[in-house]
């Protein structure tokens, strides 16, 4: 069964710095793209950044390109959003999300983890 947990959320001040983690099972990131998306308080889900294998590319949102980070260890089955130079608007809940093949910047992914909460105090 294909499962993704997040976790690594928490609260930080302006200016700091949170790396969260999205555990995979089921399924093998050689083939699965991994995406990750924002909800911020009211809002929808906006995607942020993605990361695939099978095209070794790396994608991001204008507004965090430079502060965040995606990486991911297929062998033991990780990505990660290593966030730079928090900001307030920056909070919302994480969830990362999984679809076959290749990145893309949309909410078209097929999978999806329960969500990590990010605070960003100013």
């Known amino acids: 069964q294909l499962q993704l947990v997040e976790s690594g959320g928490g609260t930080v001040q302006s200016g700091g710095s949170l790396r969260l983690s999205c555990a995979a099972s089921?399924?093998?990131?050689?083939?699965?793209?991994i995406g990750w998306f924002r909800r911020a308080p009211g809002g929808v889900r906006d995607w942020v950044g993605c990361?695939?294998?099978?095209?070794?590319?790396?994608d991001y949102l204008d507004f965090v390109k430079g502060r965040f980070t995606i990486t991911g260890d297929n062998a033991k089955r990780m990505v990660y959003l290593q966030m730079n130079s928090l900001q307030p608007e920056d909070t919302g809940v994480y969830y990362c999300?999984?679809?076959?093949?290749?990145?893309?910047?949309?909410?078209?992914?097929?999978?999806w983890g329960q969500g990590t909460q990010v605070t960003v105090s100013s």
């Open positions: 089921g399924f093998s990131l050689d083939y699965y793209a």
């Open positions: 990361i695939s294998s099978i095209d070794d590319r790396t």
């Open positions: 999300a999984a679809r076959f093949r290749v990145c893309e910047a949309s909410r078209n992914y097929d999978y």
